[in-house]
């Protein structure tokens, strides 16, 4: 993974454009791509909030090795307790039908991968994730007023 810093400045103003993009006006026209784009909104929105906890204005090195993709990792250091909670896991179809195939099971934190590969979650539903991402994106909103 890549170590790139970036400031409260550049998350805050990502998290907006993002979640724009990724929160279309009617809510039947959402797909995986527009999930894919709220997975990275709250990624950043949680990260420029975290910085504003912590008083720092640089995400670096450190805190992007500890924390990658891992938002419920953030939401305990934000501690913000089970209220915004997320999957811990998602299901993904078996890659055969045969019987000995084995379905495909992730940590939440990796998603955003089933979302840009085409896959489909089944257990909790790609839906499911979805409003479970916008609680807390909505809960962004509010810390970064």
């Known amino acids: 993974m890549s170590a790139i810093p970036f400031t409260d ?15 279309p006006p009617a ?3 959402r797909r995986n791509p527009h999930r894919l784009l709220l997975f990275y909104a709250v990624e950043c929105g949680l990260k ?25 990792q953030v939401l305990k250091d934000l501690k913000v307790g089970s ?15 045969a019987p000995n195939s084995l379905p495909r099971k992730g940590k939440f934190g990796d998603v955003h991968q ?7 979650c089944q257990a909790p539903t790609d839906e499911d994730c979805e409003q479970q991402l916008l609680k807390v994106l909505s809960w962004i909103q509010g810390e970064l007023k």
Do not use: C, N
């Not at 720092?56 to 993709?69: C, P, Q, S, V, Y």
């Open 27 to 29: 809510p039947t026209d």
């Open 114 to 120: 089933a979302w840009r590969y085409g896959g489909k």
């Open 83 to 97: 209220a915004l909670s997320l999957p811990v896991s998602f299901l993904l179809p078996a890659v055969s039908k």
């Open 48 to 72: 420029a909030v975290w910085l504003k906890q912590q008083r720092r204005t640089l995400f670096e090195g450190a805190d992007i090795h500890r924390m990658g993709h891992d938002l419920q």
């Open 9 to 23: 400045r550049e998350l805050t103003r990502a998290w907006r454009e993002l979640s724009l993009v990724a929160t």
